[in-house]
């Protein structure tokens, strides 16, 4: 390839692959209401899934969203989900003891088993499969951290992992990049479109109200709960549940400082011929490695694409310079891909915290739930699903991550000014194996 411009292919979009399949919703013709129990905000898999548990609990539910319902990550993602839970034992119970840190691990297991259950009992139709990972280790060092890691299995994480050294590493990927790695065979994928829009039906079919191109502007107090003012109107909340994830705004500053939001980029390939699809993926696994930056990637649902996604640039960019980054990247992993363009690109917003967790919690009536640090697919319909039945009464207890104090850093505003030269270290500890 010569120049940027010869990586895109004539159809290039700057908008997710997964929207072709799964439109946004461009119009909203529902009316708000003057009052509900529930208002949600944030259409996305936490909000939704709440309203799934509090509409069919009895509750009058209503979910409003900025944009078109799914526009946050939820239709965003690269669909790949694992137990989500990013610390390791050993550092959990450094932290918190060994009874809080077991139970943290076993809200993730319970987090892949509640997306598991809910599209199978919901019926939705979305390229689920239980295909496994594979992590790679990008140095020797890496893999041998894997492997003690693997060996040391305790009780809470039962995840039936096994190592695959480098020589037979290519019956998993078609690469010689990595030391080899570690299998997940529980990990599965989906697609992310299919699940948001099926997850909708579901939620309106539950009875719920979703009301998309709604901004929540202001969030006030009142004798009998909330007073919710949109940008259609006000609307008046026994309960309120804050579902907006990087995409939290001044409008709930104490959970604004609690979230770093953070781009993630992702791109899909044009069409590869389906002998070096067959070679370069033949478990169908969903992929990652060791890198702090790491590089995210997947067949696509009918194998005739990759979808490969990570972080590429110190600031935030536009997807059409990400793009050529990623595929950069990508062509490193496999070089017979050097003539490979790419037909999309885009970006969104993942919020990470200061101790790598996801949170929940309540405050008179206010619930929220975020903070997936980019691993949300199944954990943010979990706590979703939890806040929600808090909400409607069905279940008090928000479980192990209600129970880890949500830290801030003083002086942050929401804003990371930090993440440039946090990157940059990163990028230079990758490049060092350290
Ligand atoms: C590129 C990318 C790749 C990812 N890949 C994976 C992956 O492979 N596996 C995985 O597990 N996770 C992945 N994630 C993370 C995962 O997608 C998220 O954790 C998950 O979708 C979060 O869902 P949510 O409902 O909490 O938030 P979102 O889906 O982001 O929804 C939040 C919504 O809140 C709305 N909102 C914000 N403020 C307001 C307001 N004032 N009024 C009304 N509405 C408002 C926004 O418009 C938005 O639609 C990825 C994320 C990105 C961006």
């Known amino acids: 390839m010569t120049g940027y411009s010869d990586c895109f292919s004539p159809d290039f979009k700057p908008a997710p692959y997964w929207w072709e399949a799964s439109p946004q919703e461009t119009e909203s013709f529902a009316a708000l209401p003057s009052a509900a129990d529930v208002v949600i905000i944030g ?184 007073e919710v003012s949109t940008s259609r109107g006000r609307i008046r909340a026994k309960k309120v549940i804050i579902a907006t994830n990087g995409y939290t705004g001044p409008l709930t500053p104490w959970q604004q400082r609690r979230v770093i939001p953070i781009g993630s980029y992702v791109i899909a390939t044009e069409e590869i011929p389906s002998d070096t699809m067959d070679r370069l993926f033949p478990t169908n696994r969903i992929l990652s490695d060791t890198r702090k930056l790491v590089y995210y990637y997947r067949p696509s649902p009918d194998r005739k694409r990759i979808l490969f996604g990570g972080r590429v640039s110190l600031q935030e960019t536009d997807p059409r310079r990400s793009g050529p980054k990623l595929l950069a990247e990508l062509v490193r992993l496999f070089p017979e891909l050097a003539h490979t363009r790419i037909s999309h690109s885009w970006t969104g917003i993942v919020a990470f915290t200061f101790d790598t967790l996801m949170h929940c919690g309540e405050d008179a009536g206010l619930y929220h739930a975020m903070g997936y640090c980019g691993s949300g697919v199944g954990m943010a319909g979990y706590l979703g699903s939890r806040v929600g039945k808090a909400a409607a009464g069905i279940d008090p207890d928000l479980g192990a991550f209600s129970r880890i104090p949500f830290k801030t850093r003083p002086f942050y505003t929401g804003k990371p000014w930090f993440l440039g030269p946090s990157v940059a270290v990163y990028r230079l500890r990758d490049r060092l194996g350290l």
């Open 43 to 226: 259409a996305g898999y936490t909000g939704l899934h709440a309203a799934v548990q509090t509409a069919r609990a009895g509750l009058d539910t209503v979910v409003v969203d900025a944009e078109a319902a799914g526009f946050g990550c939820s239709s965003r993602n690269g669909g790949q989900i694992s137990t989500s839970v990013k610390p390791s034992f050993s550092t959990l119970k450094q932290r918190y003891g060994e009874d809080l840190a077991v139970g943290i691990l076993k809200e993730g297991q319970a987090s892949l088993d509640h997306v598991t259950n809910f599209v199978s009992a919901e019926h939705i139709r979305c390229d689920f499969g239980v295909v496994g990972r594979f992590h790679g280790a990008h140095t020797r060092g890496q893999y041998e951290k894997l492997a003690r890691d693997c060996e040391a299995r305790h009780p809470g994480f039962e995840t039936g992992a096994w190592m695959v050294p480098r020589d037979t590493q290519h019956s998993e990927l078609g690469t010689d990049a990595y030391y080899g790695g570690i299998v997940f065979p529980r990990h599965a994928s989906l697609d992310p479109g299919k699940y948001h829009a099926g997850l909708l039906g579901v939620a309106r079919s539950a009875g719920a109200t979703i009301i998309g191109h709604c901004r929540v502007n202001d969030l006030a107090r009142s004798p009998q709960g909330f």
